[in-house]
């Protein structure tokens, strides 16, 4: 009888990939002593002053329907966030508050693409988006990005030759998750001119953009190069600047003709995100700038620690990364679905196998170092040693 069950769903819904990423925490999550490096989150606490807002309006009594759009007093506070980070003005109007980036994603995604329709991603990416797309009837084009000695670049000829009549998206996420890679001004221009010659809209996920290790204050934007009738939607969430990977809350941020709309797509999908944790947001943009500071500051001392390690071995490739993730091969490893489980037994450390990303991913590795220089020095030693346990082997 149960398969009878499945043989009645949606293909949409049978078609749904597994997580790469999932299989290696199930695998190793209650191993003893493992560092688990294999998810998109620091180790570092939801800040205190962010939850206690979220306290004070529970004990205000604070537990009612809501605003569909995000309180006012946030969709404020997104629109201050934003004009600190671009030196912009921003409308409360264009900020739309929802239960998680992801939920940011699916609400665009269903406003924008579905059966027939096409979105196209360079990858390797985070595998969501895609998953997301297909889920909508629509087909996902992966573009793969060029890896070499100057790290990953994006072919903007094969970006260009993968649109046909039936494109209506094209996702970008940078600084990217997994490989680190940052897109220029010039890429986001060569990007932008693209969507304008055929009438493509732009979905950028730009939620790693304060995570950059060369000085600036955040990564080149969308925001830098686009006028106001660019077809451009941005989806970001609280989870990685805030450390409030739990709490699953997000925004959209999108011109205010489109606001009817969304406000419907998200009554028919959350009815709103609880008012308690939109006060917590509100705390985080207002307050929160010196605790992104000190993350970005700890995350760039771990990357130089696991970076400079792993170099020195001569038997690791990558690209020096932005976000807060290093996307690296290993000499003679080519089943890295199957190494990161080894990995689990070899090194007890956790790391998310490249071909999660989509096919470009193959043959690599993520691992996020958003940690403490302590974690990560110990993760060094533990595949430094495995490396050199490997390779002994190998030679006898």
């Avoid at 003005?89 to 998680?100: A, H, I, L, M, N």
């Avoid at 993968?162 to 490989?179: D, E, G, K, M």
């Avoid at 606001?259 to 207002?286: C, H, K, T």
């Avoid at 993520?366 to 430094?384: M, T």
Wanted: include cysteine.
């Amino acid at each position: 009888m149960s398969a009878d069950f499945l043989a009645s769903l949606r293909p949409e819904a049978l078609g749904a990939p597994p997580s790469g990423i999932v299989e290696v925490m199930n695998y190793g999550r209650t191993r003893e002593g493992l560092i688990p490096l294999w998810a998109g989150e620091g180790d570092l606490p939801t800040p205190r002053f962010i939850a206690d807002a979220a306290t004070r309006s529970l004990a205000a009594g604070e537990t009612f329907y809501t605003w569909q759009r995000g309180i006012p007093e946030l969709r404020t506070a997104l629109a201050r966030y934003h004009e600190r980070l671009f030196g912009q003005s921003f409308d409360p109007e264009r900020f739309y508050v929802t239960g998680s980036g992801m939920h940011a994603i699916q609400t665009v995604l269903t406003a924008l693409a579905g059966p027939g329709d096409e979105v196209i991603v360079p990858t390797p990416a985070w595998p969501n988006f895609a998953a997301a797309s297909g889920l909508r009837g629509a087909r996902v084009v992966e573009v793969p990005m060029n890896f070499g000695n100057a790290g990953w670049s994006l072919d903007f000829d094969r970006l260009a030759a993968a649109v046909t009549p039936a494109t209506r998206v094209l996702f970008l996420n940078s600084p990217c998750n997994p490989t680190g890679w940052t897109a220029t001004r010039a890429d986001l221009e060569a990007m932008l001119a693209l969507a304008r010659r055929h009438g493509l809209w732009i979905v950028a996920d730009e939620v790693y953009t304060r995570f950059v290790y060369d000085g600036a204050f955040r990564a080149p934007s969308f925001h830098d190069v686009a006028t106001a009738e660019d077809r451009v939607i941005y989806v970001n969430t609280f989870s990685k600047n805030w450390a409030m990977t739990g709490w699953r809350i997000g925004w959209i941020e999108a011109d205010p003709s489109l606001g009817p709309v969304i406000e419907n797509l998200i009554q028919y999908s959350s009815s709103g995100v609880a008012v308690f944790m939109q006060r917590a947001a509100v705390a985080a943009l207002d307050h929160g700038d010196e605790f992104i500071a000190h993350q970005i500051d700890r995350a760039g001392a771990s990357r130089k620690i696991i970076v400079d390690a792993l170099r020195a071995t001569g038997k690791v490739r990558f690209a020096d990364p932005g976000a807060f993730y290093l996307f690296f091969s290993v000499d003679g490893e080519t089943d890295t679905s199957k190494l990161g489980l080894r990995l689990v037994d070899e090194a007890n450390v956790g790391l998310a196998p490249g071909t999660a990303f989509g096919a470009a991913g193959q043959g690599f590795l993520r691992l996020c170092f958003a940690r403490g220089p302590d974690s990560l020095s110990e993760v060094a030693r533990r595949l430094v040693k495995w490396l050199e346990i490997r390779d002994g082997l190998r030679s006898k």
